[in-house]
């Protein structure tokens, strides 16, 4: 069986090993700290910051308590980036929840979520991101109207289509994409934190008085306000999909998460003090790109930057989970729960191109059947289902083998709090407020089932299937690939 015959794999950059006697192909590392800090604040700062605070604000009810849900993201997010950061540490493999699950709880359950995975989670989280990009590009084509559909879909489909072109390049052109948006992300929202501080020096604050009237106390909506601002901090982990590309993995994993998610946090939280500075909580609900709308109020005729600004940022974001995303669909086939060709690398470009062709078809996908809000709800409850599974799996480790090799060990108090986060996050939407959609998407986990078991537990493979495996290889230009000895 193909599936079985590619045994061990190696750091996804690949590089040649001639001391066998044959060739192999290797990922080789690439990625040190700086490219690390970018991969995971140039994913996390997006889209949220610019849409989610209006949906944060509408089901909190008051601005106080909307930013106290912002920090509290930002801190839960931490505390998740922390507790990965020790499994990376534990278990030194590409791959992120998928490779863990897989190690501690078994082949079944780690299907099932490279199951999800691969064809819901990603591919929806990338259409989300480059619906927004599509939103923001094209918004000063269509000035005083909102933009059509079909446009903004159209623009969200070659932005797909441009990143799987930059991706399966070359992963140091990739990287490096990812550093100049993110150093432009950067300069967007320092520019909206400046205004703001200016604003309140001149004495803009009425938004802030009274800041807790009316504030909303069902669990339902802190958990789906929760959902919108969790979703802006999204990409926290994003530096374990690609463990084994790291110089270092033990020093710069940890250290990378230190430095970037605080930093995102702080910006965060100083973004919406100047939205609410600039625009009373009710022009905020009303508006329907904030950014663009305090870009109006503030800059005047230099409003266009914040929308130039805003698709940048989405389009860097989209390239970090475009990045990570195809790393789980590729360590998936390596191990033999996906399709052969899906964990082979270009022989030329050292890229995991199969798996990144096959995570921007599905997305297109997405783009073609979804909108925003929708994909955002529905991929944090199935995100945070999984990463309520990882943690407890951290957890296992730390009571039951803690005599395994650690660079670095967290207090096992905040893998606690992340799975009792968690556990609320999933259950509180389904309590308060139950949707269909949401069996659906349970329905569509446990339908890894029918697959689960002919295909990987007994085996079976088609022998056409390697027919076409055989043909996908020589018109993609791919070869298998092995394992780094970590």
């Excluded at 009274?210 to 969790?230: D, E, K, P, R, S």
């Amino acid at each position: 069986s193909t599936m079985r015959e590619r045994k061990k794999t190696d750091p996804l950059h690949l590089s040649t090993d001639l001391s066998e006697g044959k060739e192999k192909l290797r990922l080789k590392q690439e990625v040190g700290l700086i490219s690390s800090v970018s991969l995971i604040a140039g994913t996390m700062i997006g889209s949220g910051i610019f849409m989610s605070p209006e949906w944060v604000l509408h089901h909190m009810g008051n601005p106080a308590s909307s930013l106290l849900i912002w920090a509290a993201c930002g801190l839960l997010a931490m505390f998740g980036a922390l507790s990965y950061a020790e499994l990376g540490t534990i278990i030194k493999e590409s791959g992120g929840e998928y490779i863990y699950i897989l190690r501690i709880f078994g082949s079944f359950p780690a299907f099932l979520f490279a199951y999800t995975s691969v064809i819901l989670v990603r591919p929806a989280g990338l259409a989300a991101v480059c619906l927004s990009f599509a939103e923001y590009a094209i918004a000063p084509f269509y000035p005083g109207c909102s933009s059509p559909q079909v446009a903004i879909k159209c623009t969200a489909a070659a932005c797909i289509l441009i990143l799987t072109i930059i991706n399966c390049l070359n992963v140091r052109l990739a990287t490096s994409v990812m550093n100049i948006f993110t150093a432009a992300k950067l300069l967007a929202l320092l520019v909206i934190v400046v205004g703001g501080l200016v604003l309140l020096a001149e004495g803009q604050t009425q938004s802030f008085q009274n800041g807790f009237q009316g504030t909303t106390g069902g669990i339902g909506a802190v958990g789906v306000a929760f959902y919108q601002g969790l979703w802006s901090y999204d990409g926290w982990n994003n530096l374990n999909y690609v463990t084994e590309e790291l110089k270092k993995p033990e020093v710069t994993l940890p250290r990378a998460l230190m430095i970037a998610i605080p930093l995102v946090t702080c910006l965060y939280l100083l973004v919406n003090v100047s939205y609410l500075a600039a625009m009373t909580p009710s022009e905020l609900l009303s508006s329907g790109a904030v950014a663009v709308t305090w870009g109006d109020k503030v800059l005047g005729s230099w409003a266009w930057l914040i929308s130039l600004s805003v698709a940048l940022s989405t389009f860097g974001s989209s390239n970090g989970t475009f990045f990570s995303g195809g790393r789980v669909c590729y360590i998936a086939a390596r191990e033999g729960h996906m399709p052969d060709i899906l964990s082979m690398a270009h022989v030329r470009c050292l890229t995991p191109s199969p798996a990144l062709l096959f995570t921007s078809a599905m997305s297109l996908i997405m783009i073609i059947s979804g909108s925003f809000t929708s994909i955002v709800n529905f991929f944090s409850f199935v995100a945070w289902l999984f990463y309520g599974m990882t943690i407890s799996g951290l957890l296992y480790l730390k009571i039951k083998k803690p005599e395994l090799p650690r660079s670095y060990k967290v207090p096992i108090i905040i893998p606690i709090i992340v799975l009792m986060a968690a556990v609320y996050l999933v259950l509180a939407p389904i309590i308060d407020q139950p949707q269909i959609e949401i069996l659906y998407i349970v329905l569509f986990i446990f339908s890894g089932i029918i697959f689960y078991f002919p295909l990987v537990h007994f085996k079976y493979h088609p022998h056409f299937l390697q027919k076409v495996t055989l043909h996908l290889q020589l018109f993609l230009e791919v070869a298998p690939t092995t394992r780094n000895a970590n």
